[in-house]
């Protein structure tokens, strides 16, 4: 019969239960922020070649309508052309230099400098995103319009969890009665919820300088400050475009502030192929291409090297109904090839993925955003927008699913990293210990020296066996999410923004929220 050595590391077997369960610090973790993607690489370099020269020849012969005055002026002051029909012609060659002036690498700052991301090459980052107007209900489990409330909770919820970097709002507060209100209370409620990066949209461009003074209060406690500038924590998302080929006024109006007061800005072209844009994946990438082209030479005849991500985001119809399906198998091929091609060019990537169009969390969600996000992330996407949290086609979102989302995104972030391959890994000398020795691995020094830094544990995933299940409740992965979303809820509320700066905030503009559990 088999003894069992006694171990003579200090505390026995509780010790190393404990040791085992005790996470690392941040920089040892299994998965981290902006580990490099790139190993999915689904179109060849002559494809790419094709679709970026099909791009150019777009913008120099077709070009873009309904560009703003400033605009025309840069474009033509630098050889471009406003034609007779109105459309704005981008030199070849125009384009070209802005790419060599574009940024290709910036820092994101989060309010907590801990949460910065450096953005580009082929790091890869998961955040959130989208428009949604409808809430799962996380205490009714049913459909409700979305509120200023439910965007505070939602950062609330992503501040609590490692896979998802940065927090860009996922719905819109529809109890705000203005675009003013709607603007400033969407940047406030975002901002005050998370200490992690946050990103934003824009319904007037004269809201853009106001809001960049509430973020400088924010951080310092005066207006006049410049520190948003110095450490910019907001990205803001950009349609600049209505496809194909037209800029949005309002849209572009906006672009141009979010320029002067410093702010990065993803350039989102958002075409839907077989609607307004080609039936063709090649073809949708190259309209989506040429528009984010356009969008970057604009950006950067105001102001070189200003931070921009290249912001593809060519959507899928189902071509029988009409009806978008984000959940795809195309989609997810689209938008990998985005990536790819946007890191081939040399610029920062960002992409949506997760766009999952099952009404509920369930696993219908599971694949499609398996899927999308997993061959995003593989193709080294810098930022993978809408990446968790969303259902119905983008339509809505949903706590749970956020943080069942990320669970996910560790695996998906887990398989990005990939495989080390060195004489310790490799691990010769161990399996000679083990073998001379007690015959198994789990009490091996190296065994508990990985468990934390080679392998990722999630937060409400199961991994009982059936029976144990079973004594633990029989509780499904959406039950276990609902509740860590009441945990984190029942939680104190945020408190990074000194109640001086957030009461001068309160003073100088519309703010609504109101900060309560």
């Known amino acids: 019969m088999n003894e069992e050595i006694p171990s003579k590391r200090a505390g026995g077997r509780s010790a190393r239960i404990a040791k085992r369960a005790a996470p690392p610090p941040p920089e040892s973790r299994a998965v981290k922020p902006g580990m490099s993607g790139g190993s999915f690489q689904p179109l060849s370099i002559p494809q790419?070649?094709?679709?970026?020269?099909?791009?150019?020849d777009l913008l120099e012969k077709i070009g873009m309508a309904q560009a703003i005055p400033e605009f025309v002026d840069l474009v033509t002051s630098n050889g471009g052309t406003f034609t007779s029909e109105e459309r704005l012609l981008f030199p070849k060659d125009l384009v070209r230099s802005m790419i060599d002036a574009a940024a290709k690498e910036f820092t994101l700052?989060?309010?907590?400098?801990?949460?910065?991301?450096?953005?580009?090459?082929?790091?890869?980052?998961?955040?959130?995103?989208?428009?949604?107007?409808?809430?799962?209900d996380h205490e009714t489990s049913s459909f409700r319009e979305s509120q200023l409330?439910?965007?505070?909770?939602?950062?609330?919820?992503?501040?609590?969890?490692?896979?998802?970097?940065l927090y860009v709002r996922t719905v819109v507060a529809r109890d705000m009665e203005s675009s003013r209100?709607?603007?400033?209370?969407?940047?406030?409620?975002?901002?005050?919820?998370?200490?992690?990066?946050?990103?934003?949209?824009?319904?007037?461009?004269?809201?853009?300088?106001?809001?960049?003074?509430?973020?400088?209060?924010?951080?310092?406690?005066?207006?006049?400050?410049?520190?948003?500038?110095?450490r910019p924590f907001c990205i803001a998302n950009n349609t600049f475009v209505v496809p194909p080929l037209r800029f949005a006024e309002e849209s572009t109006l906006c672009m141009a502030e979010q320029v002067r007061v410093g702010m990065p800005i993803t350039l989102l072209s958002a075409g839907q192929a077989g609607a307004t844009s080609p039936a063709t994946l090649a073809g949708s990438l190259t309209q989506a291409l040429a528009e984010c082209l356009a969008a970057l030479t604009c950006v950067n005849l105001l102001s070189p090297g200003h931070p921009c991500t290249m912001g593809m985001w060519p959507f899928v119809s189902d071509l029988?109904?009409?009806?978008?399906?984000?959940?795809?198998?195309?989609?997810?091929?689209?938008?990998?090839?985005?990536?790819q091609l946007v890191n081939w060019i040399g610029l920062p990537s960002g992409v949506a993925a997760g766009m999952a169009d099952s009404k509920l969390p369930d696993n219908q969600a599971g694949h499609e955003k398996g899927t999308t996000v997993t061959l995003a992330a593989q193709a080294g996407a810098n930022i993978v927008f809408e990446s968790a949290g969303m259902l119905a086609s983008l339509l809505s979102c949903s706590l749970e699913a956020l943080v069942v989302d990320n669970d996910m995104l560790g695996?998906?972030?887990?398989?990005?990293?990939?495989?080390?391959?060195?004489?310790?890994?490799?691990?010769?000398?161990?399996?000679?210990?083990?073998?001379?020795?007690?015959?198994?691995?789990?009490?091996?020094?190296?065994?508990?020296?990985?468990?934390?830094?080679?392998?990722?544990?999630?937060?409400?995933?199961?991994?009982?066996?059936?029976?144990?299940?079973?004594?633990?409740?029989?509780?499904?992965?959406?039950?276990?999410?609902?509740?860590?979303?009441?945990?984190?809820?029942?939680?104190?509320?945020?408190?990074?923004?000194?109640?001086?700066?957030?009461?001068?905030?309160?003073?100088?503009?519309?703010i609504r929220l109101i900060l309560e559990n």
């Open 48 to 56: 790419m070649e094709k679709i970026f020269d099909s791009a150019l």
């Open 109 to 136: 700052f989060g309010f907590d400098e801990k949460h910065n991301l450096e953005i580009g090459g082929d790091r890869v980052h998961f955040s959130t995103g989208g428009a949604a107007v409808l809430m799962l």
């Open 149 to 165: 409330k439910d965007i505070f909770n939602i950062g609330r919820v992503i501040e609590q969890l490692d896979n998802i970097h």
């Open 181 to 230: 209100e709607l603007d400033f209370n969407t940047a406030y409620a975002a901002m005050i919820s998370t200490t992690k990066p946050i990103g934003t949209s824009f319904f007037h461009p004269d809201h853009v300088h106001e809001i960049s003074q509430m973020f400088n209060i924010a951080l310092t406690g005066d207006p006049d400050s410049d520190e948003f500038r110095k």
């Open 320 to 339: 029988r109904t009409g009806a978008m399906s984000g959940g795809s198998g195309e989609e997810a091929i689209l938008n990998a090839a985005a990536a």
């Open 411 to 510: 695996s998906i972030a887990r398989t990005v990293r990939g495989i080390e391959v060195d004489d310790e890994s490799v691990a010769v000398e161990v399996i000679k210990d083990v073998i001379e020795g007690p015959g198994h691995f789990l009490g091996h020094p190296q065994t508990l020296e990985v468990m934390q830094t080679e392998y990722v544990y999630p937060l409400v995933g199961d991994r009982l066996s059936p029976d144990d299940w079973k004594d633990a409740g029989s509780l499904d992965v959406r039950v276990r999410a609902n509740s860590k979303v009441l945990e984190i809820l029942s939680s104190s509320l945020p408190s990074h923004i000194s109640s001086d700066a957030d009461s001068l905030i309160r003073e100088m503009f519309p």
